[in-house]
């Protein structure tokens, strides 16, 4: 280890042994389920071997951890000295981070909730935008986005994800012109949020799903590759306008359990202009695409496949 990293974790160490003092001495005994103590009691709060009893660890063990020592703790350790110490979400997430395990998570429930607040800033954005989870559910779109994309709107609520919609077009008339570049980079992001949730139920069923379902999916994703967000290139072709050129960029919601808005901003002049006649309504949908599908069938032929939900 060199120098720098030994210096930097007896910090972590102090600053950790720093926080749970802190914490220890602002719960009462009375607080923790205690019998009430003497009033001339000088401790302040609970006492350690208080909070290694009803924590269920050893006093040595907990007098080291908050002396600062170089000792490991588990996140079921963890959780009971959270719960000893009452430490709400944000507390709780801060215990994890100094002690250097996993990110703490909330319920899976919490996936798809949209804070209020948040659907003003979606509907005022001057750009197409939509709020996904971290399994690419679309928890949310703007009008720019849809009218984009009338094809998602057509579909069940429950395919409401970036996966299903990639995969449930024929390639003849897919929306990403560059999807051999650009699917690939979507499993990769999907794969490395799936490591915080391995082995919850949605997220398995989501990707057992995709791969019987899609070949492509299932090459990329036993490649392992993993991700992270970032300024993406996308390339879509529209049958009304035909190619639109955009920059995607996602933004972290904080606050939530892992949602993101992500962004698309018109990488040319072209596409600025094809996308305001779109949202002009000042286009004409073509009868019949190149591949010979129908506008109806490009907005609706996602409905004739079985739902992954």
Same mark, same amino acid.
């Given at each position: 280890?060199?120098?720098?990293?030994?210096?930097?974790?007896?910090?972590?160490r102090?600053?950790?042994?720093?926080?749970?003092?802190?914490?220890?001495?602002?719960?009462?005994?009375?607080?923790?389920?205690?019998?009430?103590?003497?009033?001339?009691?000088?401790?302040?709060?609970?006492?350690?071997e208080?909070v290694a009893?009803?924590?269920g660890?050893?006093?040595?063990?907990?007098?080291?951890?908050?002396?600062?020592?170089?000792?490991?703790?588990?996140?079921?350790?963890?959780?009971?000295?959270?719960?000893?110490?009452?430490? *709400?979400?944000?507390?709780?997430?801060?215990?994890?981070?100094?002690?250097?395990?996993?990110?703490?998570?909330?319920?899976?429930?919490?996936?798809?909730?949209?804070?209020?607040?948040?659907?003003?800033?979606?509907?005022?954005?001057?750009?197409?935008?939509?709020?996904?989870n971290?399994?690419? *559910?679309?928890?949310?779109?703007?009008?720019?986005? *849809?009218?984009l994309?009338?094809?998602?709107?057509?579909?069940?609520k429950?395919?409401?994800?970036?996966?299903?919609?990639?995969?449930?077009?024929? !390639?003849?008339?897919?929306?990403?012109?560059?999807?051999?570049?650009?699917?690939?980079?979507?499993?990769a992001?999907?794969?490395?949020?799936?490591?915080?949730?391995?082995?919850?139920?949605?997220?398995?069923?989501?990707?057992? *799903?995709?791969?019987?379902y899609?070949?492509?999916?299932?090459?990329?994703w036993?490649?392992?590759?993993?991700?992270a967000?970032?300024?993406?290139?996308?390339?879509?072709?529209?049958?009304?306008?035909?190619?639109?050129?955009?920059?995607?960029?996602?933004?972290?919601?904080?606050?939530?359990?892992?949602?993101?808005?992500?962004?698309?901003?018109?990488?040319? !002049?072209?596409?600025?202009?094809?996308?305001?006649?779109?949202?002009?309504?000042?286009?004409? !949908?073509p009868?019949?695409?190149?591949?010979?599908?129908t506008?109806?069938?490009?907005?609706?032929?996602? !409905?004739?496949?079985?739902?992954l939900g």
């Amino acid at each position: 280890m060199t120098d720098l990293a030994a210096t930097k974790n007896a910090a972590r160490r102090t600053e950790l042994a720093d926080f749970l003092r802190s914490r220890r001495e602002r719960i009462s005994p009375e607080q923790a389920g205690l019998p009430p103590v003497p009033p001339r009691r000088r401790t302040p709060g609970l006492r350690r071997e208080e909070v290694a009893q009803l924590a269920g660890v050893g006093v040595t063990w907990y007098t080291w951890l908050e002396q600062g020592r170089q000792i490991n703790a588990s996140t079921q350790v963890l959780d009971a000295i959270a719960r000893t110490l009452q430490l *709400d979400a944000a507390e709780h997430r801060h215990l994890y981070t100094l002690a250097k395990v996993p990110e703490l998570r909330a319920p899976e429930a919490e996936d798809c909730c949209l804070p209020a607040e948040i659907r003003p800033i979606l509907d005022g954005m001057g750009h197409i935008a939509t709020v996904v989870n971290e399994r690419f *559910d679309m928890v949310a779109t703007n009008r720019r986005f *849809d009218v984009l994309f009338p094809s998602v709107l057509a579909q069940a609520k429950q395919n409401h994800n970036v996966f299903w919609c990639m995969f449930n077009l024929p !390639e003849c008339c897919h929306p990403f012109v560059n999807r051999h570049e650009t699917i690939p980079q979507m499993v990769a992001l999907l794969r490395a949020a799936y490591a915080r949730h391995v082995g919850e139920p949605s997220w398995e069923k989501l990707i057992r *799903d995709l791969i019987a379902y899609s070949e492509v999916f299932a090459e990329c994703w036993s490649r392992n590759e993993v991700a992270a967000f970032g300024r993406q290139l996308r390339v879509y072709y529209q049958p009304a306008v035909g190619l639109l050129r955009f920059v995607s960029t996602s933004f972290g919601i904080h606050g939530t359990n892992g949602l993101r808005m992500q962004v698309m901003t018109p990488a040319d !002049e072209s596409t600025a202009l094809a996308h305001a006649r779109l949202m002009a309504g000042d286009v004409e !949908e073509p009868a019949v695409l190149p591949c010979g599908h129908t506008w109806r069938d490009w907005v609706s032929m996602r !409905e004739e496949k079985a739902p992954l939900g």
